[in-house]
């Protein structure tokens, strides 16, 4: 079980700053000292035929939850520090998400380029719905929503 304190206090949750993760509704509750945490209020759109929560959506909130704690041990200040990019994960469905989901995560170990996380994912009522480890690997180029691009631009046929 991950144990998730609270060290920052937020009225209310926050965009991810993840663009695919806003567009689901993740919402950002804490991030600092190599733990974070991230809420998503499931809707309709994002259940599966069981109507419970789609396993691809559980697994981006692991996935954002865990790259959120790994950067919350670079931030400074309103800077959230450089990006990463999964590497690695591997996911444990325990039961199925309903009403809810929370997140919490927290950072492993760190080496200079790596941060090696683990994620939970709580239903409304409380019970462990999915557990996930993770690798990330530390980058410093910019996002390429900044307009510069983290990958080379290929030249000739792909």
């Not at 993770?134 to 080379?152: C, D, E, I, N, Q």
């Amino acid at each position: 079980m991950v144990v998730c304190r609270r060290l920052t206090v937020v009225e209310r949750p926050v965009s991810t700053q993840v663009p695919f993760a806003d567009l689901l509704g993740l919402q950002l509750v804490h991030m600092h000292g190599g733990q974070a945490e991230v809420t998503l209020p499931l809707r309709p759109e994002l259940l599966n035929t069981w109507q419970v929560a789609h396993g691809g959506v559980t697994m981006t909130l692991l996935d954002v939850t865990m790259a959120q704690a790994a950067r919350s041990l670079n931030m400074k200040g309103q800077d959230k520090g450089p990006g990463v990019v999964t590497v690695e994960m591997k996911t444990t469905f325990m039961r199925p998400g309903e009403g809810q989901l929370t997140c919490r995560a927290r950072v492993l170990h760190r080496s200079s380029t790596m941060a090696y996380t683990e994620g939970s994912v709580y239903a409304a009522n409380g019970l462990l719905c999915a557990h996930a480890t993770g690798t990330f690997k530390y980058l410093r180029a910019l996002p390429a929503a900044s307009g510069l691009r983290v990958l080379p631009e290929k030249k000739g046929p792909e």
